[in-house]
């Protein structure tokens, strides 16, 4: 039997805002799981005392210079978000099939999401980066066949826009919070890397499905977000191609 190990990648190399939120969605996939099942209480304790040591560090800035323009850019994308939607929705009633098929299988696409509007500010932003990925591909044409191509692009330059707020609001922060956010960090990396190589030698002991069901959840998160990094990075090197 073969057994799967949890994805390596790169958290050194992450923003503090990109950092915390995987943190963020590695915590609630264990704490979805049953303590019992997981057999690891003390390590996950462990992970939430550093996970909130890490919390209460990036909250030490109460104000930012930021965070109004982050509010109007959230703003912003909700209305283009909220048009492309209900102008695609709209489409389920024409008489032409071949829009009404469009309208559809664009609903399929925002409806798996569920509800963005109600989501924490890193999980829409997250969410919709998806969504423009769906969007940009397989269900391009479909865009294109109700004329709402505009709508999308000017969605992902909100999207995008908001991610360089965010991120700038983040690093504003590790500038004033530097010592204490760093070491927060590194002590809940260490943590999580425990809980890792502890999931894989449980499974491969004891060869509880949970553990397996684990590991496949923690690997989806992680390749999302070695795609994020991996689209920051590459947006860079764009950058300096540019410049030369």
């Known amino acids: 039997m073969a057994y799967l190990k949890v994805n390596d990648i790169n958290k050194a190399h992450m923003r503090n805002d990109e950092h915390f939120q995987f943190h963020t ?11 019992e099942k997981l057999k690891i209480p003390i390590l996950l304790e462990q992970y939430k005392i550093a996970f909130n040591k890490l919390d209460d560090g990036l909250k030490k800035i109460v104000k930012s210079e930021y965070t109004k323009q982050i509010h109007e850019e959230d703003k912003a994308r909700d209305e ?4 492309l939607t209900t102008i695609s929705k709209g489409y389920l009633l024409h008489p032409a099939n071949e829009k009404k098929e469009a309208a559809r299988r664009l609903k399929i696409v ?4 569920g509800n963005i509007a109600g989501k924490p500010l890193n999980e829409q932003t997250s969410a919709l980066h998806n969504i423009l990925q769906d969007l940009d591909g397989q269900y391009k044409s479909d865009l294109v066949r109700l004329g709402i191509v505009d ?5 992902k330059l909100r999207n995008d826009a908001l991610s360089v707020l965010v991120a700038k609001r983040y690093d504003e922060l590790s500038e004033k919070t530097n010592v204490v956010v760093k070491d927060a960090r590194i002590k809940l990396d260490a943590v999580y890397d425990e809980i890792c190589e502890q999931i894989y030698a449980l499974w491969r002991v004891e060869g509880e499905y949970i553990h397996e069901k684990v590991t496949i959840s923690l690997n989806t998160i992680i390749d999302k977000y070695r795609a994020i990094m991996n689209m920051r990075v590459g947006k860079k090197n764009h950058k300096e191609e540019e410049k030369k």
Not at 25 to 35: F, G, K
Not at 151 to 155: E, N, V
């Open 25 to 35: 969605e590695i915590l609630r996939t264990l704490e979805s799981v049953s303590i």
């Open 151 to 155: 709508l999308s692009d000017a969605l």
């Open 80 to 83: 283009v978000f909220h048009a």
């Open 110 to 113: 925002f409806d798996t999401y």
